[in-house]
C-alpha cells in the first residue's frame, strides 16, 4: 500500500513540475477555442462564400463552443468557449478575415 502512495507522489509531482514548465501555455489555452473559431468560421462564411451549416461544422471542435454567433450585415463572427470570447470581422476580399481586439 505504501508503494502506491509512493507512485502515486511521484506522479502528481511530476505532473506539478510539468504544470508549472508549461504554466504560460496552460493560460493560454482556454484564449485559442473562441479565437480559433471566430476566425474560421468568419473565413469559411465570408471569405469563401460556404453555407452556415457546413461552416458550424467545421470549426466545431472536442470541446465545444457556449455561443457562435454570425452577424451577417456587418460580416463579424463573435465566438464564446472556456470563459473567453473572441470576435472576428470581414476585412474585404483581398485580407479575408482577422481578429478584433
Do not use: N
Amino acid at each position: 500500500m505504501k508503494r502506491r502512495y509512493g507512485v502515486l507522489s511521484i506522479a502528481l509531482l511530476g505532473m506539478a513540475i510539468w504544470a508549472w514548465f508549461e504554466r504560460q501555455a496552460l493560460v493560454d489555452f482556454p484564449g485559442i477555442l473562441p479565437a480559433y473559431s471566430a476566425k474560421e468560421y468568419c473565413s469559411c462564411r465570408f471569405v469563401m462564400g460556404l453555407d452556415e451549416g457546413y461552416c458550424r461544422g467545421y470549426v466545431k471542435q472536442y470541446l465545444p463552443l457556449t455561443r457562435l454567433e454570425e452577424h451577417t450585415d456587418t460580416r463579424r463572427v463573435l465566438a464564446q468557449g472556456l470563459g473567453r470570447q473572441s470576435q472576428a470581422a470581414w476585412q474585404g476580399p483581398r485580407e479575408g478575415c482577422r481578429l478584433l481586439p
